[in-house]
């Protein structure tokens, strides 16, 4: 039967989610996932109602410009700078993102990279695997620090940063936090967390972590002077996005000693990661899988899938998307195109 609507996919997805899509609409799904230059974007995009991309596609202005058929762009992450949401505001396409879906796999990352650097596993994984483990260890050996009882800071305190607060209460931690704005009550008592100055949560936390959205404002929102007023017995845990924290900085600070350790899984201009991270035995460091569980992916990707079927004006919630970035778009949803 033929479909009103093509879509492309700019990567594998699980079988079941392309074949949900596939009842609606007809899809054009890569086999493989790649970084693709703009001019190869623009051709993919051109024939097409809407897409599914990830954060290595930028959609900007002039890989749309001239686009008189597409309506959607459903971003498989939560974050979206890869999108020209107000690019794509103006020309009538519709834009989405996969929230809260990803929460508390992200959550409990975010713990695993702060147990891993606080205890120094990746570093004595790498001597154990290196052989160098020949005999008793010595009492000093692999002194970490700990976690249990400590004070946890949390720059950034929406829904992951108020899933990571929640595991706090297992580890007998105290919880500092600090947004743009204060939590409601009611929240704050949840997640038994108390706001305080951002100067004031980065001198009094044991263990940072950091839970931003990336914007202009929070470009370097932890640089040399943040890092200052840090304990220097601190770790400090990065889920949010790279350019969000110095990294040089940062790996000056690790290398001096003013900083116990890291965790780290985002960088600035990623997938590059500044050699000097690459060199410290007190950074622990991943290649942005905060989000990857099975469980996870596959939501995401089936919210991705959900976004895209409803603008089109498919499934139980046609005509608005579960997740819009632009709702101020859907009035005027390519009228000269439908």
Not at 109 to 118: D, E
Not at 229 to 258: F, Q, S, W, Y
């Amino acid at each position: 039967m033929s479909k009103s609507h093509n879509v492309w996919v700019s990567r594998p997805l699980f079988p079941e989610v392309l074949a949900h899509l596939a009842q609606y609409v007809d899809v054009r799904a890569e086999t493989d996932e790649r970084q693709r230059p703009p001019a190869e974007l623009r051709e993919k995009l051109a024939d097409v109602d809407g897409a599914i991309v990830g954060l290595g596609e930028r959609i900007d202005a002039g890989v749309i410009a001239g686009n008189r058929k597409l309506r959607v762009v459903a971003n498989l992450a939560v974050g979206y700078n890869n999108l020209d949401v107000p690019a794509l505001t103006s020309a009538g396409i519709l834009a989405t993102n996969t929230p809260d879906v990803l929460n508390e796999t992200t959550a409990d990352y975010a713990w695993t990279l702060l147990l891993a650097a606080a205890r120094h596993v990746s570093s004595a994984e790498r001597w154990l695997r290196a052989g160098q483990w020949r005999e008793g260890m010595r009492f000093h050996d692999w002194l970490g620090m700990d976690v249990h009882g400590k004070t946890l800071g949390i720059l950034g305190m929406g829904r992951i940063g108020q899933a990571i607060a929640r595991r706090a209460y297992g580890f007998g931690m105290p919880v500092l936090y600090h947004n743009r704005s204060r939590l409601p009550e009611n929240i704050e008592r949840d997640c038994r967390a108390r706001w305080v100055e951002k100067a004031d949560l980065l001198r009094r936390a044991d263990h940072l972590i950091l839970v931003l959205p990336y914007n202009a404002q929070n470009h370097h929102a932890i640089g040399a002077a943040e890092l200052a007023l840090m304990k220097p017995t601190a770790v400090l845990v990065n889920i949010a996005r790279g350019g969000i924290v110095d990294d040089a900085a940062l790996a000056v600070a690790l290398r001096e000693g003013r900083l116990a350790a890291a965790g780290l899984d985002v960088f600035e201009g990623e997938p590059s990661v500044h050699p000097a991270l690459l060199e410290l035995d007190n950074a622990v460091l991943s290649p942005h899988i905060a989000s990857a569980s099975a469980d996870t992916r596959r939501a995401m990707a089936q919210l991705a899938a959900d976004n895209l079927l409803a603008a089109l004006g498919h499934g139980p919630d046609a005509g608005h998307p579960p997740s819009l970035l632009n709702p101020e778009a859907l009035g005027a949803v390519h009228e000269a195109k439908t």
